[in-house]
């Protein structure tokens, strides 16, 4: 059985206005890209030996990313 052995935590912020909350898919990416390489530092290990991963996020926000180009879809907009 695996064990955990570093975790990390980014927020990212979000943009608001009357009735709607918008994410950047951009600040999304780049807190889980400095979030990993935290996490890869503190356990003192590359990437390439890391068996299995967990991301959760609260907000349940999705994101459409197109592997070919790595860019992000646009942000969304969704009603609080």
């Not at 951009?26 to 890869?40: D, M, T």
């Not at 290990?45 to 991301?55: D, L, M, P």
């Amino acid at each position: 059985m695996g064990r955990s052995v570093a975790t990390d935590q980014r927020e990212f912020g979000r943009l608001a206005r009357l009735g709607w909350v918008e994410h950047d898919p951009e600040a999304i990416w780049e807190s889980q890209i400095a979030a990993a390489r935290s996490v890869l530092a503190r356990a003192d290990v590359e990437a390439r030996e890391v068996a299995a991963i967990g991301i959760t996020n609260q907000r349940e926000t999705a994101l459409v990313w197109e592997r070919a180009s790595e860019v992000g879809d646009k942000p969304r907009r969704y009603p609080l």
